[in-house]
Nanobody
Framework: QVQLVESGGGLVNTGGSLELSCAAP????????MGWYRQAPGKQRELVAS???????NYADSVKGRFTISRDNAKNTVYLQMNSLKPEDTAVYYC????????WGQGTQVTVSS
């Protein structure tokens, strides 16, 4: 069972910042696209951001200019820096790795209070 280990998340006020991190085994990290989905209560899971092995990034329109995804190849870790957080960013955030299939982290709660 491949493990993607997430950390970060928590409770923050509107306008605040949080950073999520996700560590993967080197055999996965080196060849898989990594990223984050989120799921809010009563809503479908949506793609937040992704980053390919060469470092190309993609963002949901709702987070462009506020969130930044990055990867540290030395640490086999992907990060999601979230700034200017809004209540609508409240969700469970899931790290994923994708190549021919999806691998998932356990999810971490992000709550933004108004």
């Amino acid at each position: 069972q491949v493990q993607l280990v997430e950390s970060g998340g928590g409770l923050v006020n509107t306008g605040g910042s949080l950073e999520l991190s996700c560590a993967a085994p080197e055999s996965i990290f080196s060849i898989y696209t990594m990223g984050w989905y989120r799921q809010a209560p009563g809503k479908q899971r949506e793609l937040v951001a992704s980053i390919t092995t060469p470092g190309s990034t993609n963002y949901a329109d709702s987070v462009k200019g506020r969130f930044t995804i990055s990867r540290d190849n030395a640490k086999n870790t992907v990060y999601l820096q979230m700034n200017s957080l809004k209540p609508e960013d409240t969700a469970v955030y899931y790290c994923y790795a994708r190549r021919r299939e999806y691998l998932w982290g356990q999810g971490t709660q992000v709550t933004v209070s108004s």
